[in-house]
């Protein structure tokens, strides 16, 4: 997991610890934070006498998560810190000491303190990344980065309102299933599981805004080798193992012959079609995947067996932020996929295209100009 270097800090232009200019310093917001601790062990503990522990530790989770989102790491992490001592201290037995009769508290005093650094860690990567795209973006015209920057903060609302909580949340309820007596070895590795899962894809959130950002800026080269279609298949599949993890995946190549293009753009644009193919098809279902070489370089289809694609969506696919009325009300996501699909194929001199299958289900595939080993040994031997 990426945190900003401090040569980063250096070229985005901004001192690495000091605050911005108009802006609370570190030193402001940890009191701030910890004033929010300490009212909360006062409100809940002394005034309500709440003594159910997963609400208190919910309500101080979410104000690691609100120090996270607006302050530096280390701001986070202390506040993170301070609440695992006042929940301790103040609502785990015996109260008001350091000590823990019940051995299971301790592992919720270490669930409690994972998920809110993990949490936090994400937060501040978020934050650097985002800092990382508008300074890509400062390259830009003024007019070009103002409409830029106003879609980048869309797309960023939308995370936190729906994308970044439903994880979260998740996180936080499978951490607290793991405190359970009666949890067998069996329900503990799947709710681990469940915990893995979702920060890899709060991981990917991230990643695709990143993306988003350096295709808009152009900040994206093309390194153009030779590879086999089979090993960009198999790379695509490991980057969303775990969204393929409840389908079928069936791989046909026709010639698995080298070509030469850049492998990681075409892979990572081919993750992406794998992971919107099993965001909308039935669990177990097959997703297929047929790839073929020919005289003008590599084609790719990949064919699921949902509902389809309603007629009034494929012209809008692959504009930014796009999601149809059936993809709002399926799935989580911010529209970004298929639009970044489509800029990282533009590198290359590809394209992208959708159309539904005969008998069901969506197609969508994907065509990159590149060199073909074979052709060119038949050439060169005529």
């Not at 359970?180 to 069996?186: E, G, I």
């Not at 193992?241 to 293009?261: F, N, S, Y």
């Not at 084609?299 to 059936?326: K, M, N, T």
């Amino acid at each position: 997991m990426s945190t900003l270097k401090p040569s980063d800090a250096a070229r985005l232009g901004k001192p690495s610890d000091a605050a911005r200019p108009g802006q609370p310093s570190d030193t402001a917001r940890l009191l701030g934070a910890l004033a929010a601790v300490a009212a909360v062990a006062l409100v809940l503990g002394e005034w309500l006498r709440v003594s159910n522990a997963s609400i208190v530790s919910t309500t101080y989770l979410l104000i690691v998560l609100l120090v996270a989102a607006t302050s530096r790491l280390r701001v986070a992490v202390a506040t993170s810190l301070a609440s695992v001592l006042c929940l301790n201290f103040f609502f785990l037995p015996p109260i008001r000491t350091l000590t823990i009769e019940d051995p299971q508290n301790w592992f919720a005093l270490f669930a409690f303190l994972a998920v809110s650094l993990i949490a936090s860690n994400l937060s501040a990567v978020a934050r650097a990344r985002t800092e990382e795209a508008v300074a890509l973006l400062e390259e830009r015209k003024a007019g070009e980065l103002t409409r830029q920057s106003e879609q980048l903060k869309t797309a960023l609302l939308a995370s936190i309102s729906h994308d970044l909580r439903t994880p979260l949340t998740a996180i936080r309820v499978a951490a607290s299933n793991l405190k359970a007596s009666d949890f067998s070895r069996d329900d503990s590795l799947e709710q681990s599981d469940l915990i893995l899962t979702e920060v890899e894809r709060l991981n990917r959130l991230f990643a695709g805004l990143l993306e988003m950002a350096r295709i808009d800026a152009g900040g994206i080269a093309r390194d153009s080798r030779w590879t086999h279609p089979s090993e960009i298949i198999a790379a695509a599949r490991d980057q969303v193992e775990r969204a393929l993890a409840g389908h079928r995946v069936t791989v046909a190549i026709e010639p698995d012959v080298p070509v030469r293009l850049d492998p990681r753009l075409t892979a990572t644009a081919l993750a992406h079609l794998l992971e919107n193919a099993a965001q909308y098809s039935p669990p177990g279902s097959s997703v297929d995947v047929r790839a073929r070489v020919g005289g003008d370089g590599l084609v790719v289809e990949v064919r699921d067996h949902g509902s389809g694609i309603a007629p009034a969506d494929l012209p809008h696919l692959f504009q930014r932020f796009y999601r149809g009325d059936a993809a709002k009300a399926r799935t989580s996501g911010t529209g970004m996929g298929l639009w970044i699909v489509r800029g990282l194929l533009a590198v290359e001199g590809g394209r992208v295209w959708a159309e539904n299958a005969e008998d069901g289900g969506a197609q969508f595939t994907i065509a990159v100009p590149a060199a073909v080993q074979q052709l060119q040994a038949a050439e060169s031997s005529a």
